[in-house]
C-alpha cells in the first residue's frame, strides 16, 4: 500500500505540468489558426531554459554525492552530566 500512495503522489505532482502542456498546445493552435505569431521567444532561447531548470535539479544531486553531509556529533548522558 506505501508503493501505491508514493506513485499517487508523483502522478499528482505532474499533473500541473501535463495541464500546462496541453493548455500551451492548445493556444498554439488557436495562434496558428488565427495567423497570429506567437509572443514566445524563440526555440533557442527555450532550449537555454530547458538547460537551466536541468541544471539546478542536477547539481544539488552532484554536491550531495561528492560532499555528503556530515553527520550531527552524538553526546553520550554521561558527558552530559558532567557538565551539569
Known amino acids: 500500500m506505501p508503493k501505491l500512495c508514493s506513485t499517487l503522489k508523483k502522478?499528482?505532482?505532474?499533473?500541473?505540468?501535463i495541464i500546462s502542456l496541453v493548455v500551451g498546445l492548445l493556444v498554439g493552435i488557436i495562434y496558428a489558426g488565427l495567423r497570429v505569431k506567437s509572443p514566445a521567444p524563440p526555440a533557442i532561447a527555450l532550449v537555454g531554459l530547458?538547460?537551466?531548470?536541468?541544471g539546478e535539479s542536477?547539481?544539488?544531486?552532484?554536491?550531495?554525492?561528492?560532499?555528503?553531509p556530515a553527520e550531527p556529533a552524538r553526546i553520550e548522558k554521561q558527558e552530559l552530566?558532567?557538565?551539569?
Open 11 to 17: 502522478a499528482t505532482s505532474v499533473r500541473p505540468y
Open 50 to 54: 530547458l538547460g537551466m531548470l536541468i
Open 58 to 68: 542536477v547539481f544539488p544531486l552532484i554536491k550531495d554525492r561528492l560532499f555528503p
Open 81 to 84: 552530566n558532567r557538565f551539569k
